[in-house]
């Protein structure tokens, strides 16, 4: 099967032409008319200036100028007897049309007059046959805003989470840098694909996106929320898009500065972050047809997400000496990030008709996570083994496009992705076998909590505890060391592909263009995630593929011999590799545009082929023993083999999907345009649950204690959605858009408890969750007038399931092994309700009040953003000790996620002032977030619903505890520092000031 495959593949991909490069390029259409008799004009030459791209226009005067790439561009138009007409602004958006009609004047006495046409932003896109938001570079530069993640979480049916692993947990996923994650439309984290000019830049193993783009390289960022056309797969809520800038023939540099530090000094809340940039682009040197781009950003947060109670927060609990030093007691510490972001991009035109362009990007970012129990008032030096990370992603793109003739062209392309994260002890971090301490020889010292179970605190460590023959009080009972509690566990992952993509686009007759391609990934995946390595050094704790049992890459073949260890007590151990897992995907499709008379229909079908390339249990009721044996009476349980080993296991599926997508839009009048759309998609399920270390497969199911493992069965996950909206022009600035959609959710991944099952049962992951999502979306744009730009956006929104992550029914699982009936529920991200409004006022040069002769606000430009959202949804419970780490004591007292958190305001805001010398612009810009300093709550106890009191200590078994003798009064103070946690509110006002200067 695997040959057969491979021989497949490879066929399709010598007959196959194309590239998802269709992803950042749109076209430029529209209908020429005589402006004296309205007739269409037949044979005028459509170009666009500065570039060889054009077209003539045919008998209904209509022209098409395919492949334009994503940018602002003037179109010239010509014909003998008429006055030339030059369109300025024509705006091309990633997968749209620019639609351009003009009328042609008759030339009359003077010869060779050239009429010059702006184009205006359209605020009825004619073409939309789905949700789409674009945000140009130039909107993403005046906004206050950092990072295309922050930009997306400001669109209609967007949620941004916030993690935060000492609260409230949310299913065991892994923690961003920015602190929070995005959910569009109802669906999971991982359902949003990230691009950056075409190409994947997501984690396969988890589906969350690590890239970081610096602002200044960006040219546009779209955002698609409904139905995708076919030529998106593996993909079922969204799509993030990210245009990177190119070079031009003229030469541009710029520098750009941000801090905060500006406001330091006694009881202002400074944070240091700073950012800083620079970016330069134009013709490269000694050729004709060259061009370049390349930008670099570097940054530094002394505290990533900052909290508005931070500094009451020590105060209150005596601990502003210790970090009052500390940018006066307003960070958390060890909540840092430093970092570094690199994009480029080289174009070279080698004919008119063939272009090359080759592109990368990448972003490494080292950063430590504030975790509250560490941070131990009696032993300060605890906060230093907080959790620390360092992410590294690594993206190259390489593209060919040849332009058969006007209305034919096909791409060739070829990327590499690669993204690793190491995540470890603040201190010892990714030095594995340090893990294991011991002393004098094989006694392991246990990192420990206090005795309240409260904050992490060390282990002194005295002769009697590891030597019997002294007892403990002696004079011989001496003290040996003073070890730090540290985090037990580390976590490595690595994962790359090598990616095959291409499509052909052919303008067939003047209302059909038909699209066919296809793309191909071969992923390497690896991960490393250690048990307790405190309590012995045990390979079989460690769930591993890829790697070695001491962190070092590893390709060797699965159940090969990696090495022999000898262990306590001189029992030799035996040690198993397994090797990378390399998951393909394969997906062909075919779309066709049809354009006639205003009426657009968007319709496609998806071929996906999906091959995990691995190996699943031969029969899940006795894993270790798939012949069961272990039922056998004349068989000693000590003579069955406890193992598993390659004739335990078997092939993997392969799973085949097929996807019909359509998409239709009409005008209704003039000013109106109504879309609908239906579309079904697959998205493969994240590897992380997919793939297992078979030792620690083994291990766990034999030892009989609770562990979700992965299975490398799962089904694809699949989605059904329909949409529909309108867009109607109020007057000639202002257009509103209405969209409603629904989407069903079927055979997301959920754990499973499997019994039968010998020698234990067990639990694994299954195609259990299934969900309905629905809502509304509403839109009001006023283009610029007077100065001015306005945009309003409402969503309202209904996300129901059975589980919001895969590890959503954990402790339930755990304490209910049989099951629990399956009913929907909102999700962890059902925000119900979102407003946002964007206001922008710009002024040019010589506009604005004036003061004597000068126009002290020309060229100033003012965005404020405003968000007011209604609280997530938790689990109201009985009040319960919620913040010991391990607390399995919730005893629900309503429905799942039935009641919901505060609502949320905040007002964001960026100043600049534009000052042209020579032939420099010197920009400098002041940036404020959470204008108004609200206290917005980001987590709640669940039996309290407050976000700084569990509600234990007023309970019987709280006061009893606070009430003891000798404990009581620490055990109280401790606990109220514990619950009363910074990272449950969100960041206070911050003030930014920032200095852009550019040629």
Avoid at 592 to 606: E, K, T
Avoid at 886 to 891: D, G
Wanted: hydrophobic fraction near 35%.
């Amino acid at each position: 099967m695997k040959l057969k495959l491979l021989c497949i593949t490879c066929t399709l991909l010598l007959l196959l032409t194309g590239s998802v490069f269709s992803a950042v390029v749109g076209k430029i259409t529209g209908v020429v008319t005589d402006a004296e008799t309205q007739q269409p004009l037949v044979g005028v030459t459509v170009s666009v200036q500065g570039t060889t791209w054009g077209a003539i226009t045919d008998a209904d005067g209509r022209y098409s100028i395919l492949n334009v790439p994503v940018g602002t561009y003037t179109v010239v138009m010509s014909a003998v007897g008429y006055s030339t007409v030059e369109v300025s602004n024509v705006l091309v958006h990633a997968d749209l049309a620019a639609y351009q009609n003009q009328a042609m004047q008759p030339e009359a006495a003077e010869l060779g007059t050239v009429i010059e046409v702006r184009a205006e932003d359209k605020l009825v896109i004619r073409d939309k046959t789905t949700s789409i938001n674009v945000i140009r570079g130039d909107e993403l530069q005046a906004l206050p805003t950092r990072g295309f993640e922050q930009v997306v979480g400001i669109q209609n049916s967007v949620v941004r989470m916030n993690a935060n692993v000492d609260i409230r947990q949310r299913a065991g996923r892994e923690n961003l840098a920015n602190g929070a994650e995005i959910n569009l439309r109802g669906g999971r984290p991982s359902e949003v694909a990230y691009y950056v000019d075409g190409f994947s830049q997501q984690d396969p193993l988890t589906g969350i996106s690590t890239a970081n783009i610096s602002n200044n390289a960006i040219q546009e960022v779209s955002v698609q929320s409904g139905a995708f056309s076919a030529e998106y797969g593996h993909v079922a809520s969204g799509i993030v898009n990210v245009v990177t800038n190119s070079g031009s023939n003229e030469y541009h540099a710029a520098l750009e500065g941000v801090t905060d530090n500006f406001l330091e000094g006694e009881n202002k809340p400074v944070f240091d972050h700073n950012y800083y940039t620079a970016d330069v682009s134009g013709p490269i040197p000694g050729t004709e047809n060259g061009f370049f781009y390349f930008s670099g950003e570097r940054r530094y947060l002394e505290d990533r997400n900052p909290s508005i109670k931070t500094h009451d927060i020590w105060a209150d609990a005596g601990l502003d000496t210790l970090y009052g030093g500390v940018y006066n007691g307003y960070t958390m510490p060890k909540n840092w990030l430093e970092g570094w972001s690199y994009q480029g991009k080289i174009d070279y035109n080698v004919t008119p008709n063939l272009k090359f362009t080759v592109n990368g990007n990448g972003s490494i970012d080292r950063w430590s996570e504030y975790w509250h129990f560490y941070n131990n008032p009696a032993f300060p030096g605890q906060i230093d083994h907080a959790r620390r990370y360092r992410d590294e992603n690594i993206g190259l793109n390489a593209k060919v496009t040849h332009t058969l003739d006007a209305k034919t062209f096909y791409n060739l392309s070829a990327s590499f992705f690669s993204t690793e994260r190491i995540r470890g002890d603040g201190d010892l971090f990714d030095d594995i076998e340090a893990y294991q301490r011991f002393i004098r020889g094989d006694e392991f010292a246990n990192p420990e909590w206090d005795i309240h179970n409260l904050f992490r605190e060390g282990d002194s460590v005295f002769e009697s505890e590891i030597n019997p023959a002294v007892a403990a009080g002696d004079d011989d009972d001496t003290f040996l060391v003073y070890l730090e509690s540290y985090q037990p566990v580390v976590l490595l992952r690595k994962s790359s592909y090598i990616g095959f993509k291409g499509d052909i686009t052919s303008q067939v007759t003047p209302s059909h263009t038909l699209k066919f391609g296809f793309d191909f990934q071969r992923h390497s995946v690896r991960r490393l995630n250690t048990g307790d390595a405190t309590k012995g050094w045990n390979e079989q704790r460690w769930n591993r593929f890829g790697y070695d049992i001491y962190g070092e890459v590893s390709d060797r073949e699965d159940f090969s011999i990696e090495d022999t260890i000898t262990l306590s007590g001189g029992i030799l151990d035996t040690i198993y590799a397994f090797g990378a897992k390399h998951p393909i995907n394969l997906g062909l499709y075919l779309q066709d545009r049809f354009d006639w008379r205003g009426l657009i229909v968007s319709a496609g079908v998806r071929f996906d082929l999906f091959d995990y390339n691995a190996k699943r249990l031969r029969n899940v009721e006795a894993p270790i023993d798939p012949d069961s044996t272990w039922l056998d009476p004349d068989i000693a349980p000590e003579d069955i083999d406890r193992a598993i080993d390659a004739s335990d296991l078997e092939d993997s599926e392969v799973f085949t999907r097929l996807s019909p997508r359509l998409g239709i839009s009409f005008p209704v009048s003039d000013v109106t345009q109504l879309h609908v759309n239906y579309g079904k998609f697959y998205q493969r399920p994240d590897l992380q649950n997919l793939y297992v270390g078979y030792d620690f497969l083994a291990s766990r199911v034999d030892a009989g204690s609770y562990f979700a493992f992965p299975n490398p069965n799962l089904k694809p996950e699949k989605v059904t959605q329909y949409e529909v909206g309108i867009t109607h022009q109020l007057g000639e600035f202002t257009a509103f858009d209405v969209t409603a959609y629904y989407k069903d959710v079927q055979d997301l991944v959920a754990i499973f408890h499997q019994t039968p099952a010998y020698p234990t049962a067990y639990d694994y992951y299954g195609n259990t969750d299934y969900g309905t999502i629905k809502g509304v979306d509403f839109s009001l744009n006023m283009r610029r007038t007077r100065n001015i730009m306005l945009q309003v956006k409402y969503t309202l929104s209904y996300a129901n399931g059975t589980g919001s992550y895969a590890n959503s029914m954990f402790n339930i699982a755990w304490k209910n092994p049989t099951g629990t009936p399956k009913s929907t529920s909102p999700l962890d991200y059902d925000q119900r309700h979102s407003v946002i409004g964007i206001f922008d006022i710009r002024t040019l040069k010589g506009e604005g009040p004036m003061l004597g002769n000068y126009h002290p606000l020309e060229n100033f430009g003012l965005n404020v953003v405003a968000q007011l959202a209604s609280g997530l949804p938790y689990t109201p419970m009985e009040p319960y000790d919620a913040v010991t780490n391990k607390s399995v004591q919730q005893a629900p007292t309503g429905g799942l996620n039935s009641a919901n958190m505060p609502w949320t305001f905040v007002i964001d805001l960026k100043m600049e002032r534009t000052f042209d010398v020579g032939n420099f612009k010197i920009r400098p810009y002041i940036w404020v977030k959470n204008l108004l300093n609200r206290e917005n709550i980001l987590s709640v106890y669940e039996g309290t619903g407050e976000p700084n009191t569990t509600g234990y200590l007023e309970t019987e078994e709280g006061q009893v505890r606070a009430a003891d003798p000798e404990t009581g009064e620490e055990f109280a103070y401790r606990y109220n520092l514990l619950q009363n946690n910074p990272k449950n509110w969100s960041n206070p006002r911050m003030i930014f000031a920032g200095l852009r200067v550019s040629f």
